[in-house]
Antibody, heavy 121, light 108 residues
Framework: EVQLVQSGAEVKEPGESLKISCKGS????????IAWVRQMPGKGLEWMGIIYPSDSDTRYSPSFKDQVTISADKSISIAYLQWSSLRASDTAMYYC??????????????WGRGTLVTVSS | EIVLTQSPGTLSLSPGERATLSCRASQSVSSRYLAWYQQKPGQAPRLLIYGASSRATGIPDRFSGSGSGTDFTLTISRLGSEDFAVYYC?????????FGGGTKVEIK
């Protein structure tokens, strides 16, 4: 079965660091991009960035550039999203998604179940 | 970046009725690169439509997409009980890809 399995929910304090993960299975991990999408509580979807695990080519939305780091370890088929210093405004559900590439951009056809990140003191 | 505005914010309909959802772009979306997603409470979004009018695998034919340029529509011909959800449009014709704010289809 083709799927993306995300790491579990996290509760952190402001200023802490965090790295969440997304493991792809059932397909060739290095042949597809992996994207991250944020959904703040009760709000819509926001594309954060994307990585091509084969060569680690990474693109960021301007809104998230310098806010997070996306990486991947192709040897174990895992993509990561990390923060060096969390803020309360990072509280959200984070989805990893395997997109379909079209003319250099993407729409999103395979979604993980999401990782809920709560940042609170 | 392209801003997508979805309307109405909430659509209150009865099962069996027709739903018409709008997605308007701040500038033309090239090559009809527009997708629609459905999200139910507590679940990840699900791809319904890509390329403005192509249904994704397994999507019933009561869902249809249309439009071009700056105006796109998702139509659900007859609402089933499982169709009450939030619907998002997304453009992938220009970087960065962007989503609309969503339309909630609720039971009247």
């Amino acid at each position: 079965e083709v799927q993306l399995v995300q790491s579990g929910a996290e509760v952190k304090e402001p200023g802490e660091s965090l790295k969440i993960s997304c493991k792809g299975s059932g397909y060739s991990f290095t042949n597809y991009w992996i994207a991250w999408v944020r959904q703040m509580p009760g709000k819509g979807l926001e594309w954060m960035g994307i990585i091509y695990p084969s060569d680690s080519d990474t693109r960021y939305s301007p809104s998230f550039k310098d806010q997070v780091t996306i990486s991947a370890d192709k040897s174990i088929s895992i993509a990561y999203l990390q923060w060096s210093s969390l803020r309360a405004s990072d509280t959200a559900m984070y989805y990893c998604v395997r997109p379909i590439a079209v003319s250099g951009l993407w729409y999103f056809d395979l979604w993980g179940r999401g990782t809920l990140v709560t940042v609170s003191s | 970046e392209i801003v997508l505005t979805q309307s109405p914010g909430t659509l209150s309909l009865s099962p069996g009725e027709r739903a018409t959802l709008s997605c308007r772009a701040s500038q033309s979306v090239s090559s009809r690169y527009l997708a629609w997603y459905q999200q139910k409470p507590g679940q990840a979004p699900r791809l319904l439509i890509y390329g403005a009018s192509s249904r994704a695998t397994g999507i019933p034919d009561r869902f249809s997409g249309s439009g071009s340029g700056t105006d796109f529509t998702l139509t659900i011909s007859r609402l089933g009980s499982e169709d009450f959800a939030v619907y998002y449009c997304q453009q992938y014709g220009d970087s960065p890809v962007t989503f609309g704010g969503g339309t909630k289809v609720e039971i009247k």
